[in-house]
């Protein structure tokens, strides 16, 4: 594929709640969208693709509807670029005495779009003792000082407060899929 782009479509509704994905199909799904190089990663909704460059928010568009339809559900899908992902590993949205990754765990949640910043005010307004939240682009930064089933801050009221879709990984995991697309 001549001048094409690396790319990660990070899925949300893939191998949750009922909704069972092979990841093989999954690629497959890619390939015949018109997608090269497909590569899942973990099975939950991680997929690494070269296409020829364009926007993120085309993309996404382009490969929701083409899941919804083959899958019959809703997929919501957010894309991000090698560049995206390389800055969202390097954001430092906690001070270390704040949230130690040595003992605390770090999630990010990719948004479709940056928050207005009375969604932010919404966001920042649920932490709590247990919980960090910054928000930084189209990134949430969530810090949990504990286990994350042990989070203070329930998946609705965090839903409610943004009021758009969002797919949550681990540091790790967004660490480990940077390092794939080359950064």
């Not at 001549?2 to 990660?8: F, G, I, K, L």
């Not at 949300?12 to 199909?25: E, F, P, S, Y």
């Not at 339809?69 to 800055?87: H, K, N, Q, S």
């Not at 949990?144 to 203070?152: K, N, V």
């Amino acid at each position: 594929m001549a001048s094409s782009t690396r790319y990660v479509a990070l899925l949300r509704a893939i191998n949750v709640g009922g909704h069972t994905v092979k990841m093989d199909a999954l690629r497959k799904h890619f390939t015949r969208m018109g997608f090269a190089n497909v590569e899942t990663f973990i099975a939950s909704g991680n997929v690494l693709f070269d296409a020829p460059k364009a926007s993120p928010a085309k993309l996404e568009a382009q490969i929701a509807m083409e899941l919804e339809r083959i899958l019959g559900y809703t997929v919501d899908t957010f894309v991000r670029t090698g560049a995206e992902l390389e800055a969202v590993v390097k954001h430092q949205p906690f001070p270390p005495e704040s949230i130690d990754l040595a003992r605390h765990t770090l999630y990010v949640g990719f948004l479709p779009a940056q928050p207005s910043a009375d969604t932010v005010k919404r966001i920042v307004a649920l932490e709590t003792p247990v919980d960090a939240l910054a928000v930084h682009g189209r990134e949430l930064y969530w810090g949990c000082r504990t286990r994350f089933s042990e989070s203070q801050i329930k998946n609705t009221v965090l839903a409610k407060a943004l009021a758009v879709p969002m797919t949550v990984r681990n540091i790790t995991t967004v660490r480990k899929l940077a390092a794939k697309l080359g950064v």
